[in-house]
């Protein structure tokens, strides 16, 4: 059995967005799911916020069957990929950034969006080779960037 981490973010009806990406999640093994967050946005200067989550998937399929269904709900849910604006607003944008305990994305390391949905959901998993864990890693953002808990997002592995 494989272990995805899977990053959500949504900046267009994001209230409605998030939970219904976590819903379309369930299909896929979804076993956890952190709480939601609203951040600012990174790279752009879109102003749109986000919500932002974290869900762990348990499944039996490949990383890169889990990536491509990943990438079937984001067009499910209308998602477009601008190719001259990577950071372009978004319906729904799912990444999958750790593989077994193994981070495939930096973003983990160094974004507030990333590293604080990861450590509510899994706090104690080591993401560095010094030994830091999701925990170390969000505290030492979280103070620079003050992410804001949004619990009127519901968010449920359950339907």
């Known amino acids: ?7 959500l973010g ?12 976590v819903s379309a999640l369930r299909d896929l093994g979804l076993v956890a799911v952190s709480r939601a967050f609203e951040t600012a946005p990174v ?13 762990v998937l348990e499944t039996e399929a490949s990383e890169a069957e889990t990536r491509a269904a990943c990438r079937a709900i984001e067009k499910a849910m209308g ?7 990577a ?43 010094d030994g830091r864990t999701l925990a170390d890693v969000a505290i030492r953002i979280e103070a620079s960037f003050f992410p804001r808990p949004r619990p009127d997002v519901i968010l449920s592995i359950r339907p």
């Open 87 to 129: 950071f372009a607003p978004r319906t729904i944008d799912l990444d999958l950034v750790i593989w077994n305990g193994v981070v495939r994305d930096a973003d983990v390391h160094g974004q507030v969006h990333a590293a604080v949905p990861l450590a509510d959901v899994t706090p104690d998993l080591v993401v560095t080779q």
């Open 1 to 7: 059995m494989n272990r995805a981490w899977v990053l």
């Open 43 to 55: 790279g752009t200067d879109h102003p749109e916020t986000f919500l932002n989550a974290a869900a």
């Open 10 to 21: 949504s900046n267009v009806d994001k209230e409605r967005h998030l939970p219904a990406a």
């Open 79 to 85: 998602r477009v990929r601008d190719p001259d604006d």
